[in-house]
């Protein structure tokens, strides 16, 4: 294929290929290394000649263009040599601190101050010596480090001839060279490109002598070439693949040769290869005129050369947050681990249901934090922290989400400092944390305070209607009570865990009084608030109990005339770990139940395979002791008396609102009047709050296996 | 180290293979695969040392097939992935020099994919990594790659429980790449050499093992084996 005669000679532009390592690189040693130094940098770019007939290669950069990071190297790169796949070019990099000073460069200054870099080597003589500086290229950017997006604009200097050069013909080499002379051509490529000396060396010359013997050499051997009868082919490696049109290399190269040899017709070789062999037949032979005048070497020519982003001078962009924000990459990582548990060991894991339900936790001391982590742990991403304490020096000890730092300067808010925690385990995780006291029974207000225990009163209700499971983790019996009584009023998830010295209760509380156990599945427990019924539960089936219905009396001020280790909860360290973990436990096999709420108690045994459910039995109650290293699961049910969920109670909330809280809270005997347990109680001595003690008292509502 | 060579001739194997043998594995494969496949890129050696402490031999390194092109057709290209720039940063057309020497094209769109086997010392058995870029660099998301894989893969991928694809960093590269999950790799490796007590002894399993293996991986991502690699396991 011939072109005309005197046709302008248009070259396939070089196109630039960034690969993702380089961004790495750079972003670590702008952030360890050069800080806001933006001062030029020197890379170093990668080509080879094109070898597939339909993609042209590019001018690369991978993560070794740039110096490498260690504090005792200069910032210059380690050149690579001899490699046949990457021909080193040098470049230079200008990566402005913000976007404005990126579009603020002075685009032609700097082009053409790379170009007069290239003009100055060719008339020194300097690029014959190293041919690799005909293809110097420039790169500006700017690299967001906070968005992980790049912003670059490459441009490859070319000089211009003037006029331009003319193409008298162009076609493949193997129609230009007769069979021995491309035989031979193609085998002196091949030696060229295998021997590590010459194997990147981007610019060569060709001389064919009559007995078709080709032969090439370094640009340095010019002078040896001048032979009679020889014929002169000037040879480079052409990232392009077009049949009709030569890569841009060829641009300086023709600048070069005019300039250095003066020479008006040169015959060129765009050299290509096919899997790694010289390809005559993709290979180009070409011949160019060049019709500058006398004086055009006299001065630096025009270049031109800024990269076209799909056919507009404008720069391009790169996001790589997927891959280099570390909290996308702790998130998918996280989901990982719970896949692979699914497929693995649980394919009935449900994790869409894990990752969307709310958890309120109330208190975030050792139960708390504890409780907090292994949700996290689960794939639970929801979590609210309600606690008006702030973090005392003993704290970090057992409270796992605190260190020292929280302590400082009075101590940090419980509720804020565990939210920020969790958020520097696992940035996505959706913490919230409310810092307020929960309003207890038996603990009289004044009128002042009236208002604003209301207020939190309402407060905890609203937190309550707005999450769908609820974990009760304070230290005081009483505090427990109105929360339990909330929950049970609107059917969410409750689990209650207690600690006592060396023992320790974790339970589910049964469905509300008013509710009904209708078509449940985990998904409807957690999108809707409440399934109210007028109807009561059915007798056939108990209600299982809460916290309270063990309890025949009511829950008061347990707090004041205590000692000093009766007020600090003081326990064996390993039960808070313990009980939080099973309390988690039960809460997944809760979701995964499909009778969730309303599931019955379940308690082991010894037959193994009895439960149907995938993640086995479902207990209500799981009371431990570590004295004997032993846990048991209990069955319970609801108390028609209880202080906290009988409907009696209920019902009186629901009729009187937060008059009956306030009454409850100023007067410490209306709950037992309330539901009748004034009658049932057999001694008036003055309480211990030891609940192990209680069990003693206890009434025989309870229908339990105990051991 | 492998002493459980001579035991393993009395042991039924466990369909997982030693590190040394994953490299006389992995040079026995790229061996064939340059024999069979001459118009692909070849599967290159790239020596690599993780653990300088722990790593016990000298050949430590992964397989890699760098450089599979997939060219789209004008109709796939995307163009929500050019940016509508401002024209702040461009360059008024009086600034440059009028240039008709550049030859103004409208290129394809190219996936190129780049596909490494590395050996895991976790599960005992080669991992496919790959990952996938435009050719200005910008990766691909796995959603785009999945219109590249064949169709057969999604099906395989949803059927077994043993076949899925997810991201993790490239234990030399550090950074993230996509894998086929090595969970259930030494299972379905026993099934694929089961029964036959010819083909359990030791040499024949190293040497064929990366072969067999390709023969279901490379079905997920698209990569087809020869049948001439296949046929020398039937001798």
């Avoid at chain 1, 490459?154 to 003037?162: E, G, I, K, V």
């Avoid at chain 1, 037949?281 to 005048?293: D, R």
């Avoid at chain 1, 810092?435 to 002042?448: K, L, Y």
């Avoid at chain 1, 089936?541 to 009766?566: E, I, M, W």
Wanted: glycine residues 6%; proline residues 5%; aromatic residues 8%.
């Amino acid at each position: 294929m011939s072109k005309k005669e005197g046709a302008l000679l248009q070259f396939a532009p070089m196109q630039s290929s960034v690969d993702e390592g380089f961004w790495h690189r750079f972003s670590s040693l702008k952030l360890n290394k050069l800080g806001i130094d933006d001062s030029p940098l020197p890379i170093i770019g990668f080509y080879a000649p094109c070898s597939h007939s339909q993609v042209s290669n590019h001018l690369t950069l991978l993560a070794e263009s740039l110096p490498s990071e260690s504090s005792d190297s200069s910032l210059v790169p380690e050149p690579s040599s001899g490699n046949r796949n990457k021909c080193s070019v040098p470049g230079i990099l200008y990566n402005t601190n913000t976007m404005e000073g990126f579009h603020a460069l002075d685009k032609m200054k700097l082009l053409k101050e790379e170009a007069a870099k290239i003009w100055n080597d060719i008339v020194t003589g300097k690029a014959v010596e190293d041919c690799s500086m005909l293809s110097r290229f420039l790169l500006i950017s700017f690299a967001d480090l906070k968005k992980w997006s790049f912003h670059y604009w490459f441009a490859f200097p070319a000089l211009m001839l003037d006029p331009p050069a003319a193409l008298v013909n162009l076609r493949p080499a193997s129609q230009w060279l007769s069979a021995a002379e491309a035989e031979s051509l193609s085998t002196a490529c091949n030696e060229w490109r295998n021997s590590k000396s010459t194997a990147d060396v981007p610019f060569f010359l060709v001389t064919i002598d009559p007995q078709s013997r080709a032969t090439i050499r370094l640009l340095k051997d010019w002078d040896a070439c001048q032979s009679d009868a020889h014929k002169i082919l000037f040879g480079f490696y052409d990232p392009c693949h077009l049949p009709n049109n030569p890569g841009w290399p060829l641009r300086n190269f023709l600048a070069l040769i005019s300039a250095k040899w003066n020479l008006k017709s040169v015959q060129f070789l765009c050299y290509r290869e096919n899997r790694g062999f010289a390809d005559m037949g993709l290979s180009l032979v070409g011949e160019a005129l060049i019709t500058v005048s006398e004086g055009w070497k006299d001065t630096m020519p025009n270049a031109v050369g800024w990269e076209l982003n799909k056919g507009r001078k404008v720069p391009r962009c790169i996001s790589l947050a997927q891959s280099m924000d570390p909290t996308r990459l702790a998130v998918s990582a996280a989901d990982l681990n719970l896949k692979l548990m699914r497929w693995r060991a649980l394919p009935s894991l449900n994790l869409s249901a894990l990752s969307s339900v709310k958890c309120l936790l109330l208190g975030a001391g050792t139960l708390g934090c504890q409780v907090a982590r292994m949700l996290m742990a689960w794939g639970v991403r929801k979590i609210t922290l309600v606690d008006n304490g702030k973090v005392a020096m003993s704290n970090p000890l057992r409270q796992s989400l605190y260190t020292l730092d929280d302590c400082l300067n009075g101590g940090s808010f419980k509720a804020t400092a565990a939210v920020e925690s969790l958020k520097r385990i696992f940035p996505a995780v959706e913490a919230e944390g409310v810092v307020m006291a929960i309003p207890m029974p038996g603990h009289p207000v004044n009128s002042q305070e009236q208002e604003s225990v209301l207020d939190d009163c309402r407060r905890l209700s609203d937190l309550i209607d707005a999450h769908d499971s609820v974990f009760l983790l304070t230290d005081t019996r009483e505090s427990r009570w109105l929360p339990t009584l909330l929950c049970a009023n609107t059917n969410k998830i409750t689990i209650t865990a207690a600690l006592g010295f060396d023992s320790f209760l974790v339970m589910r509380h049964g469905a509300g009084p008013f509710s009904h156990a209708h078509g449940f599945n985990a998904e409807t427990a957690i999108s809707s608030s409440s399934d109210v019924h007028k109807i009561k539960d059915a007798k056939g089936k108990h209600r299982l109990g809460c916290y309270f219905c063990n309890d025949v009396v009511a829950p008061t001020d347990s707090t004041s005339n205590r000692t000093l280790d009766q007020q600090c909860t003081v326990t064996r360290p390993g039960l808070a770990p313990i009980a939080s973990a099973l309390a988690v436990e039960l809460l997944v096999s809760i979701l995964h139940h499909p009778e969730g709420i309303f599931a019955e108690g379940d308690i082991s045994s010894n037959v193994i395979g009895t439960s149907e459910q995938p993640l086995g039995i479902l207990p209500h109650q799981i009371r431990g002791s570590l004295a004997q290293f032993s846990q048991m699961t209990l069955v319970g049910y609801s108390s028609s008396s209880c202080t906290a969920c009988c409907d009696t109670v209920l019902s009186e909330y629901r009729n009187k609102g937060m008059e009956f809280i306030l009454q409850a809270i100023n007067h410490p005997t209306y709950l037992e009047d309330l539901t009748g347990l004034t009658e049932l109680m057999k001694s008036a001595t003055a309480f211990s709050l030891d609940w192990d003690k209680d069990d003693d008292d206890g009434g025989g509502d309870e229908d339990c296996v105990e051991i | 180290m492998d002493q459980k060579e001579s035991v393993r001739d009395i042991t039924p194997w466990d369909g997982t293979l030693s590190s040394s043998d994953f490299f006389s594995a992995a040079c026995a494969f790229s061996e064939k695969w340059k024999r069979f496949n001459a118009f692909v890129p070849p599967w290159l050696w790239v020596p690599s040392r993780k653990h300088h402490l722990l790593s016990s031999h000298k050949e430590e390194g992964y397989l890699s097939l760098e450089g599979m092109c997939l060219i789209k057709s004008s109709e796939e290209q995307e163009s929500c992935r050019s940016q509508t720039w401002k024209e702040e940063s461009s360059i008024s057309q009086e600034e440059e020099a009028v240039d008709n020497a550049t030859l103004v094209c409208i290129c394809d769109e190219v996936n190129h994919y780049d596909f490494h086997i590395v050996y895991s010392p976790s599960y005992r058995v080669p991992v496919l990594y790959f990952r996938s870029y435009h050719s200005d660099g910008q990766p691909l998301p796995f959603g785009e790659i999945e219109k590249d894989l064949p169709d057969h893969s999604a099906k395989i991928r949803s059927e077994s429980k043993w076949t899925f694809i997810t991201q993790e960093e490239h234990p030399y590269l550090n950074r993230p790449w996509y894998k086929l999950h090595p969970c259930g790799t030494s299972e379905w490796m026993k099934l694929l050499f089961h029964g036959d007590t010819a083909l359990n002894k030791n040499g024949f399993v190293i040497e064929h093992y990366l072969v067999s293996w390709f023969s279901v991986i490379g079905q997920v991502v698209g990569l087809k084996i020869p049948l001439g690699m296949l046929e020398t396991l039937s001798c």
